[in-house]
């Protein structure tokens, strides 16, 4: 299988990406709200039962899916064939820590098993073991505690459902921190769960995300399904060395977004007033959109500022954007999904340029490009991530 994340595949869409600063930098470049019709669909999401949590890494919680649904994603999930070449085992993690490291490590780790896992074995290895493949793997954090709460502290964009749904306010017997920890432990000390290989990725067997067939599906444990990308991507050619630095696990687990309601689903109807109160009127002729909600817009409708909800997926971003910008000429649409990091005029600040979440661009010929921050929608290409100097 060829890797969709070869150096062509990155270089093309990277030479529009100067024209994209100047543009960016200069005054009017703007993103849209998302579309939830497509979400709920796509990426959805589970029950996420207190005593049972085996939440869908990098994924949103929605409401509770239908048994119908359910069904109806198995059968997806059951059409897609597991990767027929060899799985090679990842290698075993070499911790180079102090010991405050290694005691936030071992309580990150173990916190994640219980959440996504319950108290089984064989799916806490597994969910440990995915965690140490991203501390390793240049597209994630670099630290065990990293990973586990990374996007956790935004609005949206958690990369495991459970930092920032609600469900840290869980409480767990002794027992099973004690074996959660033991697990833990022997994982940071180099033991490997051979069967899900290098994988980055996992959900449930009852739902079905948008990005599982783009996907190798390696591996099956419980009700889990374990994914890499193609390609050396997918391998531990391009891991790095773990060199510590762990946030404190106290700290990171203490921490609550008001922000964020008991579904981890931020409410995008009741947004500041207050915030807003210096933005101009929206023009009449301003679209209505589903997901999100138009916070500025020109006259013209060349340029809308959008408070959107990354969860919805890269696609509904880039369909909202289109909805935005149906007349012909210059059209930019920018999204934020924090209210108050949406500036009231142009140009864009620097504060509101580094928040950025969406962006969407058309010039006249009709040539477009869309940029997504990659740490918030997990399923956006990572050749359209926005870049960092932004």
């Keep these: 299988m060829t890797d969709p994340f070869n150096r062509r595949a990155i270089i093309a869409p990277l030479a529009l990406l100067p024209t994209f600063l ?10 849209p709200p998302i579309n939830h019709d497509t979400a709920a669909a796509e990426i959805a999401a589970l029950p996420g039962s207190p005593d049972e949590a085996p939440l869908l890494t990098g994924a949103m919680v929605l409401p509770t899916m239908s048994a119908g649904a359910m069904e109806q994603a198995r059968i997806n999930n059951l059409a897609d064939p597991f990767f027929a070449g060899h799985v090679t085992p990842a290698s075993p993690f070499r911790f180079t820590g ?33 965690i140490l493949n991203r501390v390793r793997h240049p597209a994630f954090a670099k630290t065990v505690c990293g990973v586990v709460f990374q996007g ?25 921190w004690t074996q959660a920890r033991n697990r833990a432990d022997r994982a940071l000390g180099g033991r490997v769960d051979a069967a899900v290989g290098t994988a980055t990725h996992y959900h449930t067997d009852w739902i079905y995300p948008s990005w599982s ?44 977004d ?17 915030a807003g109160a210096a933005i101009a009127p929206l023009p009449a002729d301003t679209p209505q959109v589903v997901g999100g909600l138009v916070v500025m817009r020109l006259p013209t409708g060349k340029a809308n500022f959008v408070l959107i909800n990354p969860r919805s997926g890269a696609p509904s971003a880039l369909a909202m954007a289109k909805t935005l910008c149906t007349a012909a000429g210059t059209c930019r649409v920018m999204g934020w999904s924090n ?14 340029r580094a928040s950025l979440q969406f962006s969407y ?22 050749e359209q991530c926005i870049p960092a100097a932004r």
Excluded at 266 to 271: E, G, Q, R, V, W
Aim: charged share 20%.
């Design 98 to 130: 102090s010991a405050t490291d290694r005691s936030n490590a071992r309580d990150c780790l173990a916190l994640a098993a219980m959440a996504e896992a319950g108290n089984t074995d064989p799916g806490q290895r597994a969910v440990i073991q995915v």
């Design 152 to 176: 956790s502290q935004r609005q949206t964009g958690c990369q495991f459902t459970f930092t920032c749904d609600g469900s840290l306010t869980r409480r767990y017997g002794d027992a099973a």
């Design 339 to 352: 209210r108050a990091q949406i500036p009231v005029a142009l140009p864009v600040p620097p504060g509101s």
């Design 258 to 274: 008001p922000e964020i309601d008991a579904s981890g689903v931020p409410d995008l109807t009741d947004a500041g007033a207050d």
């Design 213 to 256: 067939p783009k996907l190798q599906k390696i591996a099956q444990v419980e009700t889990h399904l374990f994914y890499r990308w193609p390609g050396d991507w997918g391998t531990s050619k391009n891991w790095q060395s773990y060199h510590g630095g762990e946030g404190s696990f106290v700290a990171l687990t203490s921490g609550h």
């Design 22 to 31: 100047f543009v960016l930098v200069s005054q009017a470049y703007t993103p």
């Design 361 to 382: 661009s058309r010039d006249p010929a009709g040539a477009e490009i869309a940029l997504y921050d990659c740490d918030s929608f997990e399923d956006a290409p990572r």
